[in-house]
C-alpha cells in the first residue's frame, strides 16, 4: 500500500457501499467490507467480487470482506456507512459501543428518517453524543461506474474542515475527483429530495412526453429542492454542485436509477406495487416524497412537484391528473 494511506471500514455491502469500497482499494487503502450477512461475506470473499449488487466487477487486493464488525471497527479508525437510510440508526446502534475518541465517521447514505423527518446528521449527533469527527459523502455517481473506475466526482461535507480534506485526499484518484463543503445539510437535502424528482421524470418520460417536459421538470425541481435546502438552514450554492444539481440530473436522466425506473412503470400504466415488484429493490423516493411534502409544509416552502408525486404515490391520485393539476398553475416570476 501507499506510504499516506489509511484503514478504512465500509459498513454496508450493497452496490453503493462496495463501490465506494472498492473505490477506497483502488486509492491505496486497506478496506474492510462489512456486511451482517455471514453468507454474502463468504460469496463475496470466495469470488472475490460482489456478484449480487455489482457482477463482475473484481475486487482489488486491498478490500477485504467481513462478517466481524468488532473486529472491522478495531482495525479501522474512518468509518463510513453505506446502508439504506430507514437502516442508518440501527447501524449507529450497534456501532456505538465499538466506538473510540480515535475513530472518524462517514456516511454515504442518502435520505431522511421517516416518522421523525430528521436529517442523517441529526441522527448521528443524537444517537452517538460524541465529539468525533463527522462527514457526509453525496454527488452524481452511479455505483456501477464509480466499481468500473469510469470518471466521476464527489463532494464531503463537513463542519470538520480537516476531516473533509482528509477524507476527500483518501476518496480521490486518476478517475475520481472529490471536492469539499462545509453545508452538511444542503448535500444532504439535495442527496435526499432529487429521488422525489427522479420518480417524477420516469413518470413523465412514461407517458411518453418529451425531453422538454424533462429539462422543464429538471430545472422547476432544482427551484424546489433549493427553496426546501435554504429554508432549513442550507447554502443556495450547494445547490448549484455536485451534490445538488449534478445528483439531480443524473438520477432525472439515466435508467440506472431505481427511482427512474420505478416512475416510468407508473407513467407507462402500471399500480404502485406492479411498479415494487417490477423494480425488486428499495426505491427511496417513495418514503422520501412523503417526508419531503411534510416538512414543505412545516416550512410554508411552495412544492408543487413533490406535492403530486407525494399524491401520487400515497393518496392514489392518478398520473394524468397530476399532470394537469401541474400544467393549470398560472404565471409566476421564476425565482419565486
Known amino acids: 500500500m501507499e506510504a499516506n494511506s489509511h484503514i478504512f471500514s465500509v459498513l454496508g455491502a450493497g452496490s453503493w457501499g462496495t463501490a465506494l469500497a472498492m473505490q477506497l482499494a483502488r486509492a491505496g487503502h486497506e478496506t474492510h467490507l462489512w456486511s451482517h450477512r455471514p453468507e454474502h461475506v463468504e460469496a ?135 471536492y469539499t463543503s462545509d453545508d452538511v445539510i444542503g448535500v444532504e437535502i439535495g442527496g435526499a429530495a432529487k429521488n422525489v424528482m427522479a420518480i417524477a421524470a420516469g413518470i413523465a418520460d412514461g407517458m411518453g412526453f418529451g425531453t422538454n417536459t424533462r429539462a422543464a421538470l429538471i430545472t422547476r425541481g432544482l427551484n424546489e429542492i433549493m427553496h426546501l435546502g435554504v429554508a432549513l438552514g442550507g447554502q443556495r450554492e450547494t445547490f448549484m454542485g455536485l451534490s445538488g444539481l449534478g445528483d439531480l440530473v443524473l438520477t432525472c436522466s439515466d435508467d440506472q436509477s431505481r427511482n427512474r425506473r420505478f416512475g416510468l412503470a407508473l407513467g407507462k400504466g402500471l399500480d404502485l406495487e406492479q411498479a415494487k415488484q417490477n423494480i425488486g429493490q428499495v426505491i427511496e423516493g417513495i418514503g422520501t416524497s412523503e417526508t419531503i411534502y411534510s416538512l414543505a409544509q412545516d416550512n410554508n416552502v411552495d412544492m408543487p412537484i413533490t406535492e403530486q408525486v407525494y399524491k401520487v404515490l400515497h393518496e392514489g391520485l392518478a398520473p394524468k391528473e397530476a399532470v394537469k393539476i401541474l400544467m393549470d398553475r398560472a404565471p409566476k416570476p421564476e425565482t419565486a
Not at 455489482?54 to 479508525?77: E, M, T, W
Not at 475518541?101 to 442518502?110: C, F, I, P, Y
Not at 463532494?155 to 485526499?169: G, M, N, Q, Y
Request: overall charge positive; aromatic content about 6%.
Open 44 to 178: 463475496m470473499q470466495k469470488s472475490r467480487s460482489n456478484e449480487r449488487f455489482l457482477p463482475g466487477i473484481a475486487f482489488h487486493d486491498n478490500l477485504v470482506c467481513s462478517s466481524d464488525l468488532n473486529d472491522c471497527l478495531a482495525k479501522a479508525k474512518t468509518i463510513l456507512i453505506v446502508v439504506p437510510s430507514h437502516a442508518f440508526r440501527e447501524t449507529l446502534h450497534k456501532i456505538k459501543p465499538l466506538l473510540t475518541d480515535q475513530h472518524r465517521l462517514s456516511w454515504g447514505t442518502k435520505g431522511l428518517e421517516k416518522g421523525s423527518r430528521k436529517l442523517l446528521h441529526q441522527i448521528v449527533l443524537e444517537e452517538l453524543q460524541t465529539a468525533i469527527p463527522i462527514a457526509a459523502v453525496s454527488g452524481p455517481t452511479f455505483a456501477g461506474e464509480v466499481a468500473r473506475d469510469m470518471p466521476g466526482a464527489i463532494t464531503v461535507a463537513s463542519k470538520d474542515a480537516e476531516f473533509a480534506k482528509e477524507l476527500a485526499i483518501a476518496l480521490h484518484s486518476k478517475n475520481f475527483l472529490t
